[in-house]
């Protein structure tokens, strides 16, 4: 056995046991009883104790010292390892469990939190966890910027300079576009029917399999947040139903499927080594917006949708299909991020990546945070957050310790404006098939330029090599501001 093989055996049960962690994650949001939250904390942070002494066991060293990569493939498994190991060694073990047990059970807190209004009851956790996580950044940095070494956990390369003057070039054009959609006429009104549980659920399967999921290696379940988990063979997809607002679901459910597809979608050579994930959360999420957004809310794919939902619901009140993809596409400032339209979307980003940076860096207290927030809101949407479930206890991700996060939603949306418009210009005749519900050619074309080379590349190469170009924002802008200016007539 060469020094590539021993580490290469040595790294695949290293990944077996992460994918088994992460299904651990699954079963939290799905299955488990409540009863059992703590002591899956102790089980999240035993497996990550066993993982953390992988990925910092010292033959790593030595194994990458003398092994030698045959080809690009090779070498690019190297990089990654070495990476994961050179940043795990930095955190020791005491501080990585913590985070583990931590987060598990704040999750736990957080929504019941949520639940009850009472931010008070959430607030002591959450500095327990930005505590360890500054910790962590510390641990990382290396005398460098704090914020920028989480980020690179979810966007390798990405900084938040680059994040921040990005953010700055978008926002005066998004400001001017919903200034423009809310002055040229009133959004449509919402949908005003009753859409059942099953027949909802039906059709979520249905629509997730003409995006392409394929339900032999993955499924489909309930759960508060929707999300998608795992990799290679397994690919689990989760969302929630409203029966009031069918596309709450729907939409939940192409966008995870853009996830799950992504995973689904690697070369399977890859299968349990670091190449067999998706390269960074802003490729993935390039992958579930293009899906949700590009394609699931585009007016030919709509029009599709509205005749499924005639078919299964009946009338349901809506004149026809334009007035059903103006519904799709209504613009209106709302509380809720994952409920914002793609117009609002990536403002709700940018304030949490300013509140976020500040609270990692030290410069914003967590008793300070409602206020700020409160505040903030009201400044970049012109509406006081009437309750905490429509404020700073919308979202998971602080009690998940998922800090640097936020900005890769927008750099998601971004590369997802670069790969829709040199997806249209390889396949012509793109509106006629999504209109017939078919998405067969938009999903291959993104299986064969970006899905199947999971971490082959770097984030921002892959989408060079997809697109023929340089990612940049103005794709993004240009589809919006077209889109928007012909649903409201601009
Ligand atoms: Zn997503």
């Known amino acids: 056995m060469s020094a590539l093989d021993d580490l290469m055996a040595f790294q695949r049960q290293t990944e077996a046991l992460a994918q088994i962690a992460g299904r651990l994650s699954w079963d939290q949001e799905t299955m488990m009883p409540r009863g059992a939250a703590e002591q899956r904390g102790e089980e999240m942070a035993a497996i990550e104790g066993v993982l953390h002494a992988r990925r910092t066991d010292p033959r790593l060293a030595d194994w990458l010292e003398e092994a ?12 990654l390892i070495r990476r994961a190991h050179e940043r795990a060694v930095r955190v020791p073990s005491g501080l990585a469990q913590a985070l583990a047990r931590v987060t598990s059970t704040a999750q736990g807190i957080w929504a019941e939190a949520r639940a009850t ?27 460098g910027d704090l914020y920028d070494a989480l ?3 979810y966007e390798p390369g990405a900084t938040a300079a680059d994040m921040a003057a990005m953010f700055g070039r978008m926002r005066p054009r998004l400001v001017r576009l919903r200034e423009a959609v809310l002055a040229a006429a009133p959004p449509p009104p919402k949908l005003d029917h009753h859409f059942g549980e099953g027949a909802q659920l039906r059709f979520a399967r249905d629509l997730a399999t ?6 032999t290696r993955g499924r489909l379940d309930l759960a508060v947040h929707p999300f998608s988990s795992g990799s290679g063979n397994d690919v689990r997809i989760t969302t929630r139903v409203v029966e009031t607002d069918p596309f709450n679901c729907f939409y939940s459910v192409i966008h995870e499927v853009g996830h799950a597809c992504y995973e689904l979608g690697i070369d399977r050579d890859y299968l349990l080594t670091p190449l067999g994930n998706g390269v960074s959360m802003g490729v993935h999420e390039s992958q579930s917006r293009i899906y949700e957004n590009q394609l699931g809310r585009s007016p030919a794919f709509t029009g599709w949708i509205h005749r499924q939902m005639l078919d299964r619901f009946g009338d349901f009140g809506v004149a026809g299909p334009e007035e059903f993809t103006r519904i799709v596409n209504r613009v209106e400032p ?18 949490r990546f300013d509140l976020e940076r500040a609270l990692i860096r030290g410069e914003l207290a967590v008793a300070d945070l409602e206020a700020a927030w409160n505040d903030r809101f009201l400044a970049d949407f012109g509406v006081a957050v009437d309750r905490p479930a429509h404020g700073l206890l919308q979202d998971v991700h602080g009690s998940c310790g998922l800090f640097g996060y936020f900005p890769t939603y927008t750099l998601g949306n971004v590369y997802a404006g670069c790969l829709h418009l040199a997806l249209r210009e390889a396949v012509p005749g793109l509106d006629e098939q999504l209109a017939r519900g078919d998405t067969s050619a938009a999903t291959g074309w993104l299986r064969e330029n970006v899905q199947r080379h999971g971490g082959r590349y770097l984030p921002q190469e892959v989408i060079t090599l997809a697109c023929g170009e340089t990612p940049s924002e103005e794709p993004l802008l240009d589809y919006l501001d077209a889109k928007f200016g012909a649903l409201y007539g601009l």
Do not use: C, S, W
């Open 68 to 79: 030698t990569p045959a080809d690009g493939v090779a070498a690019a498994q190297l990089r």
């Open 117 to 143: 209004e009472k931010v008070a009851n959430f607030l002591p956790t959450l500095a327990e966890v930005i505590a360890l996580k500054r910790e962590e950044a510390f641990a990382l940095a290396e005398g």
């Open 334 to 351: 709302g509380f809720i991020r994952t409920e914002a339209d793609e117009v609002h979307y990536n403002l709700h980003i940018m304030m």
């Open 210 to 215: 003409a995006f392409g999921y394929d339900f």
């Open 151 to 153: 980020l690179d956990d």
